[in-house]
């Protein structure tokens, strides 16, 4: 119940495509998606979340969907460019008496092509 | 405004060595989690700190173990080293109890285990 399914793996992409990667849950009690962007050797960066009272939110070329019923959210990039090759993880968040709790999907990993 | 820094940056043991790694979080914030995130995988929750004591645990064994200051920097230390160890160690830090629930990364120590 505490794991975040992500897809695809990986995915190629042309440069100015959309790039779309899915996640999906299992535990209601979750209340925070956020998504990170992470490049090789780095640490994972915040790139927009959502919580589920809305079921899309965008920022700039980054909008993130939710299906809160499917219990599912995925990630689009709009235009994509070469810049954006990186890993992407989405992930899930839930507090509880003791603190707040993140569970990370797998990762995808993306590559936009020039 | 310094963000979430780690140190070292890298670093090489051997099996049945002990490891002592470093973070301190962002400027305000004053809870820290620790992540362990091997080649490929995403991000796996170690445990967090808050108020200098461990609010919750991941599925990772006693010979992980924490620390946090009261200025909030936060130490991880691993005893008994073993070679699936290797790994990107990353450091978040949030504000959960005042509403900043967004974990900001640092840049991770790799550690490597021969």
């Known amino acids: 119940q505490q794991q975040v399914k992500q897809s695809p793996q990986s995915l190629i992409v042309q440069k100015g495509g959309i790039s779309i990667i899915n996640c999906a849950y299992e535990?209601?009690?979750?209340?925070?998606f956020p998504w990170y962007q992470q490049f090789p050797g780095k640490g994972p960066a915040l790139l927009i979340a959502i919580r589920p009272d809305v079921s899309e939110k965008k920022e700039g070329r980054f909008t993130i969907s939710f299906n809160k019923s499917a219990k599912q959210f995925s990630l689009h990039i709009m235009d994509s460019q070469p810049g954006d090759s990186a890993t992407y993880f989405c992930?899930?968040?839930?507090?509880?008496?003791?603190?707040?709790?993140?569970?990370f999907g797998p990762g995808t990993r993306l590559s936009v092509l020039p | 405004d310094a963000g979430v820094t780690q140190s070292p940056t890298h670093l090489i043991k051997t099996r049945g060595q002990q490891v002592t790694l470093r973070c301190s979080p962002k400027s305000g914030h004053d809870t820290v989690s620790w992540y362990q995130q091997a080649l490929g995988q995403g991000p796996q929750f170690i445990f967090q700190y808050y108020e200098e004591e461990e609010r919750q645990r991941g599925n990772f064994p006693d010979r992980f173990s924490g620390h946090q200051f009261p200025n909030y920097s936060s130490e991880l230390n691993v005893n008994a080293l073993l070679l699936g160890d290797s790994a990107l160690y990353l450091c978040?830090?949030?504000?959960?109890?005042?509403?900043?629930?967004?974990?900001?990364f640092g840049p991770g120590t790799r550690l490597l285990v021969l």
């Open positions: 992930a899930a968040v839930y507090r509880d008496n003791y603190g707040q709790n993140f569970v």
């Open positions: 535990n209601t009690a979750f209340d925070y």
């Open positions: 978040a830090s949030s504000r959960p109890l005042a509403g900043q629930e967004t974990q900001y």
